[in-house]
């Protein structure tokens, strides 16, 4: 457990120094959005491209996957009622948003510590990593186009509408990092080795970003986005997880080790992408922010507790 909370400390060390560059006027809004910039259109898909292609596709096919992907299912269903009857209507780019803020789980950066030193193995991730970077993500990233589009008063072609999804760098690098992997394509160090040191760029461009926002924006929870991220935050790290432990134990009926493999990685925070992504298209930045910075905190004693409750 000690090992996993430093996977916290990091994270939070790293915001700090984006917090305090921009306190100190070293960067500013205008160094924020470039920071974003280049961790979605460069390190992020150099990022995915790394982690895709060397995933275990094997332990993709199990029990865990259906019941982390129903536990996604079924709480966006949740979060998409409760904020049509709460929250009255909304464009489709904020209900997006609000829907990757309630399910998208921090897989990369804090679940692999979490699942190396919590579960006693960082394959773990794979299953979630692949949902949410092949699926979950290039749906999010191809509505997010569309409502732009909308937007701009621009008309998209049935082609372009299909093909919204693959005109995404992301969702590219993805896609890329599934055939290599599918069909075993022999890489040369002398490509990955670039590949991965762009790739290390995209975690602390994330996090210094979330950093100058916090020091720059409105203090968390401030705002018309109060009453959304009073919704979100125990979707995703009290619903998220509840979901997961009952369908895991109730209809599926997984073992002691898989079952507290759900529980945590449902239980795992929002994840920063979320942030960068809702950066990229100007839409709820400050939800993406809050939900990020309240469910890092209030996802701790809920992975204590089930980690504990669950061995």
């Not at 209507?89 to 979490?114: E, H, I, K, M």
């Not at 949902?131 to 999010?140: A, D, T």
């Not at 979330?210 to 020091?215: A, M, Q, T, V």
Request: with cysteine.
């Amino acid at each position: 457990m000690q090992a996993a909370l430093s996977g916290y400390l990091t994270i939070w060390s790293v915001i700090g120094v984006g917090w305090v560059v921009a306190h100190l006027r070293v960067l500013t809004e205008q160094h924020r959005r470039m920071l974003s910039r280049l961790a979605f259109t460069v390190a992020s898909p150099a990022l995915l491209l790394g982690l895709v292609s060397r995933a275990d596709l094997g332990h993709l096919f199990s029990g865990t996957l259906v019941v982390s992907a129903l536990a996604i299912v079924l709480t966006a269903a949740v979060y998409l009622v409760a904020a049509r009857v709460l929250l009255g209507r909304a464009g489709l780019a904020d209900r997006v948003v609000g829907t990757l803020c309630s399910v998208y789980t921090n897989a990369g950066n804090l679940g692999l510590p979490v699942a190396a030193y919590v579960l006693g193995d960082m394959t773990w991730m794979a299953p979630i990593l692949l949902i949410q970077v092949g699926l979950l993500q290039p749906v999010g990233l191809a509505l997010l186009d569309l409502a732009a589009a909308r937007a701009d008063g621009r008309r998209l072609s049935w082609s372009k509408y299909v093909t919204l999804p693959v005109r995404n760098p992301l969702t590219v690098a993805t896609l890329a990092g599934l055939l290599v992997n599918a069909l075993h394509v022999p890489v040369p160090d002398l490509v990955w080795r670039p590949v991965e040191m762009v790739g290390q760029l995209a975690v602390p461009a994330m996090l210094i970003a979330f950093g100058i926002s916090l020091r720059l924006d409105p203090a968390p929870g401030r705002g018309p986005h109060a009453g959304e991220l009073a919704l979100v935050a125990p979707l995703k790290v009290l619903l998220q997880p509840a979901i997961a432990l009952a369908l895991g134990a109730g209809v599926f009926h997984l073992g002691a080790s898989d079952l507290l493999a759900v529980t945590v990685i449902a239980a795992l925070p929002t994840a920063q992408n979320i942030y960068l992504i809702a950066s990229r298209y100007h839409v709820r930045t400050l939800l993406a922010r809050d939900a990020i910075f309240v469910s890092t905190i209030a996802s701790i004693p809920v992975i204590v507790a089930a980690s504990t409750w669950l061995r």
